[in-house]
């Protein structure tokens, strides 16, 4: 099946500018993260969406990013006024809250950022 | 202290060979415990769950210490495609949804 796709694939960008990272995740999976990898670092947690609820924000590193989820499906992952430091591998996964593999999250392929 | 450590790494070891990696954790109400698996440029996949009592999946063994707080993965008969980074993750106690990610460990395997 159609596991977790992201888009783009690779995006370059110019300092000050804004971007627009997209997720679509395995279907029927309410559970849905973003996170960052900078080079030779760990994943780093940026928000958490479940279902209708609130989303979990605390891992944004300032408030030029935000995320929203629509329709409890895909998400976009807004980075407004980029700055060189964001310059990372955006991740998103999703997991599926039912079933016997609950904890399982599952990867799509990242969108690689280059802020110039 | 982080909350997952491990070893960078690299550990370069020849084909065939057995190498194992450890993973420490701070959070002792930690509940669910994996391994993924990371290629160069690639996105983590998951290489398996860790249970309590250990679990093997082929070549692969995974161990949970509870009482001193790490996980270990070894990998015996090693292969060139073995050759990866292997992520430590740790969830929190049953109910929460943060997974906290180790840096990784990387292997190459030589021919």
């Known amino acids: 099946g159609a596991g977790v796709s992201q888009s783009p694939s690779n995006k370059v960008t110019e300092k000050g500018k804004d971007v627009e990272l997209r997720c679509d995740p395995i279907?029927?999976?309410?559970?849905l993260y973003w996170y960052r990898q900078s080079l030779g670092q760990g994943l780093e947690f940026l928000i958490y969406f479940q279902g209708n609820s609130a989303p979990d924000k605390s891992g944004l590193p300032s408030d030029r990013f935000s995320a929203e989820r629509t329709g409890g499906s895909v998400s976009t992952l807004t980075i407004q006024r980029t700055q060189q430091e964001d310059s990372a591998v955006y991740l998103c996964a999703s997991r599926d809250k039912r079933g016997a593999h609950t904890d399982t999250q599952y990867f799509g392929p990242g969108t690689r950022l280059t802020v110039l | 202290r982080k909350e997952v450590e491990q070893d960078p790494g690299p550990f370069n070891v020849p084909e065939g060979a057995t190498v194992a990696f450890n993973c420490t954790y701070s959070?002792?109400?930690?509940?669910?415990f994996f391994w993924y698996r990371q290629d160069c440029r690639k996105e983590p996949k998951l290489l398996m769950s860790v249970y309590s009592s250990g679990n093997e999946d082929g070549r692969f063994t995974a161990q949970l210490n509870r009482a001193s707080q790490y996980i270990s993965l070894l990998i015996r008969d090693s292969k060139l495609s073995d050759s990866a980074t292997y992520l430590c993750v740790v969830k929190g106690a049953s109910g929460t949804y943060k997974y906290i990610f180790g840096t990784g460990t990387r292997l190459k395997v030589l021919a």
């Open positions: 279907s029927g999976h309410t559970a």
């Open positions: 959070n002792s109400a930690s509940q669910s």
